[in-house]
C-alpha cells in the first residue's frame, strides 16, 4: 500500500538538543509538507518542497530545517533554536505542487524537558 | 496572513443526530477542503470543492463552497460513534499563495451512544 510514514510516533529530547524527524512517501509525490499541530490551533506549515533538491521556508520556518535529498524522503530537524518545540510534527506529500488535496501521514508527538 | 474562523470550536451530540459546522474567511479562497482527524493520526481529506457554490456529497457527509468564496459548510448527517474526531476545512487562495493551503482551528466532535 501507498502511504508516508512519520518515525517515530513518539520522540522525547532534553531541551538544548536537536532531533530529526523521519517522513519518507512511497507514493511518488513530488511536494512535500511539514505542517506543526498545537491543540487548539489550526495545522502551520514549517517547510515545503515543490521538487527534489528544492526547499522553501513555510510561516513558521525559525527553528526549523530540512533536506530534500531523495524524493522520497523529507526529513526534518528541530534545532535548539526553536524556542516552544513540543508538539505534533504532521509530514505531508501532494502529487505535484499545487496540488491542493495533500496526503498526510500519522504524525510524530515531539516533546522536548 | 489569511486566517480561517471554524465553527463551533466543539459539539456533543449524540448518536443518531445531524451535525453541520462552518468556516469563514475575510479574503476569498479558490478550493475548499474539509478534513477529519482521528486521535494521534494524521488528518484525512472527505471532501474537496473547486467551484462557489457547488455542494458536494461523500456518503453521509455534505459540503458547500459558498457562493461569495468566503466560506464553506461541512453537515454530516445521522451521526455515528465513528464520526468523532477533529474535522478541519481548508483553504487554497490562489495567487502567491499557490500551493499554500490555510487551516482552520478545528471542530472537535463528540459522539454519544
Known amino acids: 500500500d501507498g502511504g508516508i510514514t512519520q518515525s517515530p510516533k513518539y520522540l522525547f529530547r532534553k531541551e538544548g538538543q536537536n532531533v530529526t524527524l523521519s517522513c519518507e512517501q512511497n507514493?511518488?509525490?513530488?511536494?512535500m509538507y511539514w505542517y506543526r499541530q498545537d491543540p487548539g490551533q489550526g495545522l502551520r506549515l514549517i517547510y515545503y518542497?515543490?521538487?527534489?533538491?528544492?526547499?522553501q521556508k513555510g510561516d513558521i520556518a525559525e527553528g526549523y530545517s530540512v533536506s530534500r535529498e531523495k524524493k522520497e524522503s523529507f526529513p526534518l530537524t528541530v534545532t535548539s533554536a526553536q524556542k516552544n518545540p513540543t508538539a505534533f510534527y504532521l509530514c505531508?506529500?501532494?502529487?505535484?505542487?499545487?496540488?491542493?488535496?495533500?496526503?498526510f501521514g500519522n504524525g510524530t508527538r515531539l516533546t522536548v524537558t | 496572513g489569511q486566517q480561517l474562523n471554524q465553527s463551533p470550536q466543539s459539539m456533543f451530540i449524540q448518536e443518531g443526530e445531524d451535525v453541520s459546522m462552518n468556516c469563514t474567511s475575510s479574503?476569498?479562497?479558490?478550493?475548499w477542503l474539509w478534513y477529519k482527524q482521528d486521535p494521534g493520526e494524521g488528518p484525512v481529506l472527505l471532501i474537496a470543492?473547486?467551484?462557489?457554490?457547488e455542494l458536494t456529497s461523500n456518503g453521509r457527509l455534505t459540503a458547500q463552497f459558498g457562493i461569495t468564496r468566503k466560506d464553506s459548510f461541512l453537515n454530516i448527517s445521522a451521526s455515528i460513534p465513528s464520526d468523532v474526531g477533529i474535522y478541519f476545512c481548508?483553504?487554497?487562495?490562489?495567487?502567491?499563495?499557490?500551493?499554500?493551503?490555510?487551516f482552520g482551528q478545528g471542530t472537535i466532535l463528540t459522539v454519544h451512544p
Open positions: 505531508a506529500s501532494s502529487i505535484t505542487w499545487g496540488e491542493t488535496a495533500l496526503h
Open positions: 507514493l511518488n509525490h513530488d511536494a
Open positions: 518542497s515543490q521538487i527534489v533538491n528544492d526547499f
Open positions: 479574503s476569498i479562497f479558490n478550493t
Open positions: 470543492l473547486y467551484k462557489a457554490g
Open positions: 481548508a483553504g487554497h487562495a490562489g495567487g502567491t499563495s499557490y500551493g499554500k493551503l490555510t
